[in-house]
């Protein structure tokens, strides 16, 4: 038996080789929430390091939310059975994060003086925040009934 990359032989058994999670659609899964880390993350360190008096509550949620993204990213590159759960349970607290605050944002727009990234349920990027968790949880329940 080969290794995923076609080198030497694999010493492990088939029951501990990871299931894929970046085939077909997972690939694409994987690449818009690498851009979604970077948005994240990026606008979230300028605004915490400059202004962060201005909307602590709003750039910091919006850290947490690069965070997500970067561990679900990173669940969805590694593969695996524990990998696809964890990343199933961080999209599902993602998809909670996204309505709550999307809800909040509306409900008490004073609560927020400036945007996060769940703000108004992601209006702000395209309503990417809502989409990608329900796009991503079908992926991965998809992924283990078809042992991808």
Same mark, same amino acid.
Do not use: H
């Given at each position: 038996? &080969?290794?995923?990359?076609?080198?030497?032989?694999?010493?492990? *058994?088939?029951?501990?080789? &990871?299931?894929?999670?970046? *085939?077909?659609?997972?690939? /694409? !899964?994987? #690449?818009?929430?690498?851009?979604?880390?970077?948005?994240?993350?990026?606008?979230?360190?300028?605004?915490?390091?400059?202004?962060?008096?201005? =909307?602590? !509550?709003?750039?910091? /949620?919006?850290?947490?939310?690069? !965070?997500?993204?970067?561990?679900? @990213?990173?669940?969805?590159?590694?593969?695996?059975? @524990?990998?696809?759960?964890?990343?199933?349970?961080?999209? =599902?607290?993602?998809?909670?994060?996204?309505?709550?605050?999307? @809800? #909040?944002?509306?409900?008490?727009?004073?609560?927020?003086?400036?945007? @996060?990234? #769940? *703000?108004?349920?992601?209006?702000?990027? /395209?309503?990417?925040?809502?989409? /990608?968790? !329900? *796009?991503?949880?079908? #992926?991965?329940?998809?992924?283990?009934?078809?042992?991808?």
């Amino acid at each position: 038996m &080969r290794d995923e990359q076609g080198g030497a032989p694999a010493q492990a *058994s088939a029951g501990t080789k &990871r299931a894929r999670l970046i *085939s077909g659609p997972g690939i /694409l !899964l994987v #690449w818009l929430y690498g851009v979604m880390v970077v948005g994240a993350v990026s606008r979230s360190a300028v605004q915490i390091s400059t202004q962060f008096d201005k =909307a602590p !509550l709003a750039y910091s /949620l919006s850290a947490v939310a690069g !965070l997500v993204y970067g561990f679900i @990213t990173y669940s969805l590159v590694r593969g695996g059975e @524990t990998a696809r759960r964890a990343a199933l349970v961080c999209c =599902a607290a993602e998809l909670a994060g996204v309505l709550i605050v999307g @809800t #909040w944002t509306l409900a008490e727009p004073s609560a927020f003086p400036d945007a @996060t990234v #769940w *703000s108004d349920y992601g209006m702000g990027y /395209l309503f990417i925040p809502v989409l /990608l968790p !329900l *796009s991503a949880m079908y #992926w991965l329940r998809k992924a283990r009934t078809n042992g991808n």
